[in-house]
């Protein structure tokens, strides 16, 4: 019995050697539209799918492929003798395998000024379908949507054969990308309905990276990338020099980013463990980074440094004196990437870093399902900003208030943060009380606690913070309020004159 090929790709990347290949080596290529010109073109014989069908290609070419001549061929057994009477009795050639990808619906939807009928009109029907019967009869039909897999089974059947490992791998791969494809359907569709919260949710994700390991060496782990993910992240920065990036570093970087992402002055961010260690604002890059140095000399060695300004050759100076995992920024002087470069294992990577406008969707895996929410994109501007206490900030406090209500929206609740010059001086990040927290930041703050502002990502629910901030020589409190304690801590910050801005917005963070 001959051999029959069915191709129809959108993708002509390595087509012509591969079915050169095939007919060689005795098959059958059956094809449509402008594959099979292509194939005619480069000299190679094509039985035109009508030829199969017995019936013309119609309304535009969206019937085709959708008969019982293809289907059939697909999805016959062929241990079966009943199948194969049928395919006798109705003049069915089996095929043998099947190289088919898909309209390019995820390239027409990036495109801005895609109206909806055009992205209708790029929902492939007839390629899915057989690509499904191909791969559901993998045992018997190979079936390859990836250029990449075309020297793998060129070589299998040059041999003799495509093995039975090799197909399921192929039939597996083909599942993913059929349903990679109809996620992207369903999120376009779901999106032009703005329903907030359907019934069920079909995400895909494209591999990105291999990684070496996950949080710790005994865990394996994979970088993948949503397809329509935010422009300015980590997933699409380019790295310039360095070591490959570990599960950490991306964890640690996209934390490094979302901070810095919140400021408009200059601004360095580092980062430890997705914690900020010290946050600085200057002038300068070099001003802004002395100040996150100063922040905890001693949390920044190995950390991740984030800038939202380019960094020169004085701050990578600075900056090449210690020992640092990464730095990320929207540029690197000449001057300052040669310093840099020196050292051998320092990641760098370059990035935008404006803030996002619309709220990306945030996912959380827990055991057996999944957390969906919007990001937290509200800042220090959204705020309806409300001085409770008898005294106000003076204009420096205003400074430093913005600062600490800035960061400890990005750290692990419960957050305290201290701020001072416009540097955090101390950080307290993810205890089980408030006070706790508090006591953490005043303690890494010292005596530089005095005269500093400090922030909270939720309300006091008791005067305690309040007292043990005053103690400490804090002047000035930002924190969300909605406690039915907060007259407790207003009488308390007035007892002490220090002032209090409540927000309304609360920035727990998980």
Same mark, same amino acid.
């Given at each position: 019995?001959? %051999?029959?090929?069915?191709?129809?790709?959108?993708?002509?990347?390595?087509?012509?050697?591969?079915?050169?290949?095939?007919?060689?080596?005795?098959?059958?290529?059956?094809?449509?539209?402008?594959?099979?010109?292509?194939?005619?073109?480069?000299?190679?014989?094509?039985?035109?799918?009508?030829?199969?069908?017995?019936?013309?290609?119609?309304?535009?070419?969206?019937?085709?492929?959708?008969?019982?001549?293809?289907?059939?061929?697909?999805?016959?057994?062929? /241990?079966?003798?009943?199948?194969?009477?049928?395919?006798?009795?109705?003049?069915?050639?089996?095929?043998?395998?099947?190289?088919?990808?898909?309209?390019?619906?995820?390239?027409?939807? $990036?495109?801005?000024?895609?109206?909806?009928?055009?992205?209708?009109?790029?929902?492939?029907?007839?390629?899915?379908?057989?690509?499904?019967?191909?791969?559901?009869?993998?045992?018997?039909?190979?079936?390859?949507?990836?250029?990449? /897999?075309?020297?793998?089974?060129?070589?299998?059947?040059?041999?003799?054969?495509?093995?039975?490992?090799?197909?399921?791998?192929?039939?597996?791969?083909?599942?993913?990308?059929?349903?990679?494809?109809?996620?992207?359907?369903?999120?376009?569709?779901?999106?032009?309905?703005?329903?907030?919260?359907?019934?069920?949710?079909?995400?895909?994700?494209? %591999?990105?990276?291999?990684?070496?390991?996950?949080?710790?060496?005994?865990?394996?782990?994979?970088?993948?990338?949503?397809?329509?993910?935010?422009?300015?992240?980590?997933?699409?920065?380019?790295?310039?020099?360095?070591?490959?990036?570990?599960?950490?570093?991306?964890?640690?970087?996209?934390?490094?980013?979302?901070?810095?992402?919140?400021?408009?002055?200059?601004?360095?961010?580092?980062?430890?463990?997705?914690?900020?260690?010290?946050?600085?604002?200057?002038?300068?890059?070099?001003?802004?980074?002395?100040?996150?140095?100063?922040? /905890?000399?001693?949390?920044?060695?190995?950390?991740?440094?984030?800038?939202?300004?380019?960094?020169?050759?004085?701050?990578?100076?600075?900056?090449?004196?210690?020992?640092?995992?990464?730095?990320?920024?929207?540029?690197?002087?000449?001057?300052?990437?040669?310093?840099?470069?020196?050292?051998?294992?320092?990641?760098?990577?370059?990035?935008?870093?404006?803030?996002?406008?619309?709220?990306?969707?945030? !996912?959380?895996?827990?055991?057996?399902?999944?957390?969906?929410?919007?990001?937290?994109?509200?800042?220090?501007?959204?705020?309806?900003?409300?001085?409770?206490?008898?005294?106000?900030?003076?204009?420096?406090?205003?400074?430093?208030?913005?600062?600490?209500? %800035?960061?400890?929206?990005?750290?692990?609740?419960?957050?305290?943060?201290?701020?001072?010059?416009?540097?955090?001086?101390?950080?307290?990040?993810?205890?089980?009380?408030?006070?706790?927290?508090?006591?953490?930041?005043?303690?890494?703050?010292?005596?530089? $606690?005095?005269?500093?502002?400090?922030?909270?990502?939720?309300?006091?629910?008791?005067?305690?913070?309040?007292?043990?901030?005053?103690?400490?020589?804090?002047?000035?409190?930002?924190?969300?309020?909605?406690?039915?304690? /907060?007259?407790?801590?207003?009488?308390?910050?007035?007892?002490?004159?220090?002032?209090?801005? !409540?927000?309304?917005?609360?920035?727990?963070?998980?």
């Amino acid at each position: 019995m001959k %051999k029959r090929a069915l191709v129809s790709v959108s993708n002509k990347e390595g087509l012509v050697p591969f079915a050169a290949t095939l007919v060689e080596e005795g098959f059958e290529i059956v094809s449509t539209g402008g594959t099979s010109k292509v194939l005619q073109e480069a000299g190679i014989a094509v039985t035109n799918i009508s030829d199969v069908t017995g019936f013309p290609e119609i309304m535009d070419g969206r019937v085709k492929t959708l008969h019982p001549n293809i289907h059939g061929g697909l999805l016959a057994v062929r /241990d079966d003798a009943n199948h194969m009477q049928q395919l006798h009795e109705h003049e069915i050639t089996p095929i043998n395998l099947v190289v088919v990808n898909l309209y390019p619906f995820k390239e027409t939807i $990036a495109k801005k000024d895609t109206t909806v009928a055009e992205a209708i009109e790029n929902i492939d029907i007839g390629g899915p379908s057989m690509l499904r019967s191909a791969a559901k009869n993998h045992r018997y039909v190979t079936v390859v949507v990836d250029p990449a /897999d075309y020297e793998t089974v060129a070589a299998e059947v040059k041999s003799g054969a495509v093995s039975l490992e090799t197909k399921q791998r192929l039939a597996a791969k083909t599942f993913r990308h059929t349903a990679a494809y109809d996620a992207l359907i369903a999120t376009y569709l779901t999106n032009l309905t703005e329903d907030p919260d359907p019934e069920s949710i079909t995400l895909t994700y494209e %591999k990105k990276q291999a990684l070496r390991y996950g949080e710790n060496p005994h865990q394996k782990a994979t970088f993948y990338e949503a397809p329509f993910g935010a422009t300015q992240s980590i997933t699409k920065a380019k790295q310039l020099h360095g070591k490959e990036l570990s599960y950490n570093n991306i964890n640690d970087a996209n934390a490094a980013l979302r901070i810095v992402k919140e400021f408009t002055e200059p601004t360095v961010v580092a980062v430890k463990h997705m914690n900020p260690c010290g946050v600085g604002t200057g002038s300068t890059t070099f001003d802004a980074f002395q100040k996150a140095f100063a922040a /905890d000399p001693i949390s920044i060695f190995g950390g991740i440094i984030a800038c939202n300004t380019t960094v020169d050759e004085q701050t990578a100076q600075k900056m090449s004196d210690i020992f640092l995992e990464m730095i990320i920024a929207p540029d690197f002087a000449p001057e300052a990437l040669a310093l840099l470069t020196k050292k051998k294992n320092i990641r760098l990577l370059t990035v935008g870093v404006e803030q996002a406008l619309q709220p990306e969707r945030q !996912l959380t895996t827990v055991s057996g399902g999944l957390l969906l929410q919007d990001e937290d994109i509200l800042g220090f501007d959204d705020a309806v900003l409300n001085v409770v206490t008898k005294r106000q900030p003076t204009p420096q406090e205003w400074e430093d208030l913005k600062l600490a209500w %800035k960061v400890v929206k990005h750290v692990k609740s419960n957050a305290i943060v201290l701020v001072k010059d416009n540097m955090t001086i101390g950080v307290g990040a993810g205890q089980m009380n408030r006070v706790g927290a508090a006591e953490i930041a005043i303690a890494q703050a010292g005596e530089k $606690a005095r005269n500093s502002a400090l922030g909270s990502d939720a309300f006091f629910p008791m005067d305690d913070t309040v007292e043990a901030a005053a103690k400490a020589g804090v002047t000035a409190i930002i924190q969300p309020g909605g406690s039915i304690k /907060d007259e407790d801590s207003i009488k308390k910050a007035d007892e002490y004159g220090i002032t209090m801005v !409540l927000t309304g917005i609360r920035h727990f963070k998980h």
